[in-house]
């Protein structure tokens, strides 16, 4: 089993190098030092400016990535959003994520007030993916992001940490062969610690996560969701034969109706036929 465990790790974050890249975007290496445009697009990606088929003041949509997760990975599911009318940009993490949690949340501070600024928008969405979820909860909880977001999506967080980056030091990699962020992932960290200690949804933020069971980087798949107040949605409840993995959930269907259904304030319905 914990050899299984291992290779399946192994294997997810070589996927992680090479991510999927979407016939519907315009590849372009977005920076998250990089000022969005006007109509909310990644700074350097592609956009269609008139799809605002949403309210016209609905929020713009920040796309927050994980570790090694270049910004094209994530045109798909900005694809998508744009399509449904959403002003979306992509935010990569500084240095793809390896460096402190903490200074990646500062940067994604500054980045959401350029969003904003851009945009003329009060508050914004945020949409993460993995230890995107993390910098941004980070950046929610102490750094004033409570005032600026309004709605929190994450997709496959480690919210309470994985024992997928304990098991590197138990095999004799050392801890986590040295990448600060993944130290900062493992089960009992100090800034989880500090995350989510007392209330680990505060503010008026409307928190939702999503998590599956195939999930290869965050073990036990449980610990990708919040207390206090959050909607969890494990898509196995509503989907049984749905597979989706870790990279899955920013490329699944399935998971997309519950993001869209979250940044409209709809109940949750995951279509368990959704493409």
Not at 145 to 159: E, F, H, M, N, T
Request: proline share 4%.
């Amino acid at each position: 089993m914990l050899l299984r465990t291992i290779l399946a790790a192994t294997a997810a974050t070589a996927a992680l190098l090479v991510p999927a890249t979407a016939a519907v975007a315009t590849p372009a290496a977005a920076s998250s030092a990089a000022t969005p445009s006007t109509d909310g697009s990644a700074a350097t990606g592609g956009t269609d400016v008139e799809a605002i088929a949403v309210a016209a003041d609905a929020n713009p949509v920040i796309v927050v990535g994980g570790l090694i997760g270049v910004s094209i990975a994530y045109e798909p599911i900005a694809a998508r959003l744009r399509a449904d009318g959403f002003r979306v940009s992509i935010y990569q993490l500084p240095d793809l994520g390896f460096g402190d949690i903490r200074e990646s949340a500062r940067a994604l501070s500054s980045y959401v007030d350029q969003v904003r600024a851009a945009t003329g928008a009060a508050r914004v969405d945020l949409v993460t993916h993995s230890e995107g979820g993390l910098v941004s909860r980070w950046y929610v909880k102490f750094l004033g992001g409570a005032d600026v977001v309004d709605r929190y999506i994450s997709l496959g967080s480690p919210q309470q940490g994985t024992y997928v980056a304990n098991i590197l030091n138990f095999v004799g990699l050392g801890s986590c062969a040295g990448v600060v962020a993944c130290q900062q992932m493992s089960i009992g960290s100090d800034l989880l610690t500090a995350l989510n200690g007392g209330d680990d949804t505060p503010g008026a933020v409307r928190w939702t996560t999503v998590r599956t069971w195939q999930d290869e980087l965050v073990r036990p798949v449980g610990n990708a969701a919040l207390s206090d107040g959050a909607t969890n949605v494990l898509i196995q409840a509503w989907c049984p034969l749905r597979v989706v993995g870790h990279l899955g959930l920013i490329l699944d269907g399935t998971t997309y109706t519950v993001v869209r259904q979250a940044l409209t304030d709809a109940a949750i319905r995951p279509n368990c036929f959704a493409l």
